[in-house]
């Protein structure tokens, strides 16, 4: 999936990929319905409600059985959404059965476990979005592990690398941000009024694991309405791999701006055009990626916050979390199905690389020079003087080197000197170890 399914004029930016849907109100409806028959069902399993609660419950949790629009507006009310659709559920089951539905829970309970199961759903195609990333990056740096190009710090030419090793840099925070989510254990949550589950008598805390069972998430060693750290943990891997795909679609921004011209977005009718320029390729994958994480790290900032929770119930954290968390993971959905798009369609210009090292006119080669030269602090002065002969007066290093006296070259030696491929180090022996650390890596 590509474009949004909600029709918002900034979906197609904001909301775009399977994680979007995921987190829709229709979705929030569905998994706090899907909650409340998983917790009829585990309770009708150890005999703890009739067994035909679970049946006449299930029947009645049908999302197309409830109006959105009327629960939101009922819930500003009594401050969740829980408590109208507990209401309008226990209508649609039979007057004997009633007293079961939603039996022993608080609101809560229903709106965290709800958080957590559209949680992982929203992983899903996540997940398969960072994978798909991480394939393409490690393509990318089986096919250019000798593509030499200009290593940049600070935003200037530094020393030689390879794109394969930039590349196999990328793939490698991918695949620790997919793991990271993918390694997550979400919870459960049932506790009750306030923790106890004490409608249950003492046997509540036998409802927690066939739960978790029903629903697929883990199972909770005690409930954690004011524990906040499986949220937390949630929005700050999130956070992280949203700060991975930024940080990648920020290099491939700089790439492909005009003067550098490395790599180029996938081209397609209309895409990346200006509404006064003609001639424009707007790098608007990039700069989609960037526009949705430029947000998050606000929202896991308000999560984190958010962990100051009073006693067994908080006021107003823990109802800050819920559009928060669906916005962390819309966003963090939608850069990563940007940045597939992106990778896998991106065009990587060997021969522009190989130009711009030319344009330094060698200068880039200075360290190698010095290491040549010794590696001594007098050959450092040696070098840093030829060098500002060689910016002053326009000339390339090697001219620069060969008409000063003091280096003690052939040139043969100077050119061997200033061979950007001679100087790559370990480079492509990391490119290697990436690879074999990445699953379903391919060489060239």
């Known amino acids: 999936m590509t474009a949004s399914t909600t029709g918002g004029l900034f979906s197609g930016t904001f909301a775009r990929g399977g994680a979007a849907p995921e987190v829709s109100d229709a979705a929030w409806l569905a998994a706090m319905l899907d909650v409340e028959a998983a917790l009829a069902g585990a309770q009708a399993a150890i005999g703890l409600v009739p ?5 006449e419950v299930e029947d009645a949790c049908q999302p197309e059985f409830f109006d959105i629009a009327e629960l939101g507006g009922d819930a500003a009310q009594s ?29 809560q309970d229903i709106n965290d476990t709800a958080s957590m199961l559209i949680a992982c759903r929203a992983l899903v195609p996540i997940l398969a979005d960072l994978s798909a990333c991480a394939d393409a990056c490690a393509r990318l740096a089986g096919e250019h592990r000798g593509t030499v190009m200009a290593g940049r710090t600070v935003l200037q030419h530094a020393v030689p690398v390879t794109f394969g090793l930039k590349a196999a840099g990328w793939m490698s925070a991918l695949d620790h941000s997919r793991a990271g989510l993918s390694e997550l254990r979400l919870p459960v949550q049932y506790g009750g009024a306030a923790g106890t589950l004490s409608v249950l008598g003492d046997r509540g805390h036998e409802v927690l694991p066939r739960l978790a069972a029903e629903l697929g998430l883990a199972d909770p060693v005690i409930p954690w309405h004011t524990d906040r750290t499986p949220v937390a943990r949630l929005a700050c891997a999130l956070g992280m791999a949203s700060g991975t ?16 011209g490395e790599a180029a977005e996938p081209t397609a009718p209309g895409r990346g055009n200006s509404s006064a320029m003609p001639h424009k390729r707007n790098p608007v994958g990039a700069m989609s990626v960037l526009a949705c994480v430029q947000r998050v790290p606000g929202l896991v900032a308000s999560v984190l916050g958010g962990m100051l929770q009073e006693h067994e119930r908080a006021a107003g954290p823990w109802q800050a979390e819920w559009e928060t968390l669906g916005e962390l993971l819309r966003l963090t959905g939608s850069a ?46 040696l070098v840093d003087a030829v060098c500002a002969r060689a910016a002053d007066e326009g000339l390339s290093l090697r001219e620069a080197m060969l008409a000063d006296p003091g280096v003690d070259l052939t040139p043969e030696e100077v050119d061997a000197a200033l061979d950007p491929a001679a100087y790559l180090g370990s480079a492509p022996t990391f490119v290697d170890r990436a690879l074999d650390a990445h699953p379903n890596a391919t060489r060239s």
């Open 336 to 381: 990563a199905s940007w940045l597939r798009e992106v990778l896998e369609g991106l065009t990587v210009d060997a021969s522009r690389m190989r130009a711009n090292l030319d344009a330094t006119r060698g200068l880039m080669m200075a360290e190698h020079v010095v290491a040549r030269l010794g590696g001594t602090s007098q050959a450092r002065g």
């Open 245 to 260: 795909l930024g940080k990648i679609a920020t290099d491939v921004k700089l790439l492909t701006q005009t003067e550098v």
């Open 79 to 107: 401050g969740n959404p829980v408590i109208p659709l507990v209401a309008a559920l226990r209508e649609r089951v039979k007057p004997e059965l009633r007293r079961f539905v939603h039996y022993g829970a608080t609101s």
């Open 51 to 55: 067994a035909e609660v679970a049946a």
